[in-house]
């Protein structure tokens, strides 16, 4: 069923404000030079159909280019389309609507120009709204979702981790009371270091997933992949000590 798909948009690398191009309008900034690249972060993988956008009524891109970096080899761009606008549009908004047959994470809109009436002014240009229409392909339940950045994965781990640290406890801990079953202290005291340590680990791996879970239920994928690599470099330093 085609359902209007979540997105967060970045404009050059940047990220924007979570309602910018949903309920809030788009004006590049001044002095920016064409093309303006617009990406937008789908939340999942998604089979895209359509892709509506509203033009600025005041400041109209000439030209908005459409197209995916998705499975193209060194990042290259892959045009799925162009959309072009009127130069006299009488104050009004001006809507558009590509048709598409894509599966990918991300949109990229590429504004290659003004018109000059609007960019002799101050340089700019604007879209009022934009949607994109589809399928999500992933199931909603699966706990694995794609990340923004470029071909990486964020995994929601949900306690595995933990887990392998409370099984390490148990293994101290039963080699701490041999140890001293066996009046070996020496032996019995590493172990009690070693399971302070781990203790101290696996509130901070606890304390890790409850913030990546946070962050993939708040759509914010590029600190849910950081706390991933944080993860790993925790479970890293525990399995080598």
Not at 153 to 165: P, S, V
Not at 169 to 183: C, D, T, Y
Not at 189 to 198: D, G, P
Request: proline residues 3%; hydrophobic residues 35%; contains cysteine.
């Amino acid at each position: 069923m085609t359902t209007k798909l979540d997105f967060k948009a970045e404009f050059q690398g940047e990220p924007l404000d979570h309602e910018t191009l949903i309920k809030k309008p788009w004006i590049s900034p001044s002095g920016e030079k064409f093309p303006l690249k617009l990406r937008l972060i789908l939340k999942r993988k998604s089979a895209v159909e359509q892709i509506k956008i509203v033009a600025h009524n005041e400041l109209t891109p000439q030209e908005v280019v459409i197209s995916t970096a998705e499975n193209e080899p060194n990042g290259a761009e892959k045009v799925l389309g162009t959309l072009r606008f009127n130069a006299d549009s009488n104050g009004k908004y001006e809507l558009k609507t590509i048709y598409l047959d894509v599966t990918c994470t991300s949109i990229i809109l590429s504004i290659q120009k003004g018109f000059e009436r609007d960019v002799g002014k101050s340089g700019q240009v604007g879209l009022a709204e934009v949607q994109v229409l589809g399928r999500y392909e992933m199931n909603m339940e699966q706990p694995e979702v794609l990340s923004p950045v470029g071909d990486q994965k964020i995994t929601l781990e949900d306690g595995r981790f933990t887990a392998e640290i409370d099984e390490l406890l148990q293994r101290v801990e039963k080699n701490k009371q041999r140890s001293a079953q066996s009046e070996n202290f020496g032996l019995a005291t590493t172990a009690q270091l070693r399971s302070q340590l781990l203790t101290k680990a696996r509130g901070e791996m606890e304390q890790l997933e409850r913030d990546q879970r946070s962050a993939i239920s708040e759509e914010d994928f590029h600190r849910a992949l950081d706390l991933q690599q944080e993860m790993k470099i925790l479970r890293g330093n525990v399995l080598a000590a």
